[in-house]
């Protein structure tokens, strides 16, 4: 076996490991005082806890296949697209803390990276990245692929929007409804938020394809 595909499969199944580890860590509340800290199961609604959970278990999966494959040449394509399409999500989740949430809530960075976030924030956003852009090249992303880097960004996006809007009132919605606070200015002044984060997605997702045809 080629050094770079056992290097996928490591970082793979590190991926998978620091889920888990993340979970423990969320169930049992740790540091959950902490701004943006995942803390029990209600933090399961949030974006980046969904999306660390599908990269983890896909990346369990991936390795799977790896092993059972031998060879980087001898998976499937639509692995590899699957696998791009999650590291989109931790990608998106990690940049949007940092450059959005970040310097809305915290006042220093270290607090990002307390409890459960550590994994979720950092190390599986950045295991993503690296494994997927410089350890899984055997496969080349069409525009139409890379597009698809877009799609739980934006089923999460009408889950959200559903749930947010339902308890609007006199255009306003409540925190607990309105988690992420896109609507806190009102549903009228939502619209630039949305074509920002639309847009960072899409960077996202033509950033992560360009480092990867490097």
Known sequence: METGFIV?????????????????????????????????????????VQSNWLYGTYALVFAICEIACGSADKIPAGFYTLK???????????????FFLAPIVVK???????????????????????SFCFFEKDCTLSVKQTLYGMIPFMLYGVY???????????????????????????????IPAIVVMVAAALGVCFGLRFIHSL
């Open 8 to 48: 996928s499969v490591v970082l793979n199944l590190l991926a998978f490991v620091l889920m888990v580890v993340g979970i423990v860590v969320m169930l049992k509340g740790i540091d959950a005082d902490e701004h943006l800290a995942a803390d029990g199961l209600r933090a399961v609604k949030y974006f980046t």
């Open 108 to 130: 220093s960075y270290p607090e990002l990276f307390k409890g459960a976030n550590l994994y979720y924030h950092l190390l599986i956003p950045v295991l993503g990245i690296v």
């Open 84 to 98: 791009y399409v999650f590291t989109v999500g931790v990608t998106l989740t990690m940049l949007t803390v940092i």
């Open 160 to 190: 959200y929007s559903i749930t947010a809007l339902s308890h609007a009132e006199n255009g306003q919605v409540e925190e607990k409804y309105d988690w992420y606070r896109f609507l806190a200015h009102g549903t009228s002044k939502a």
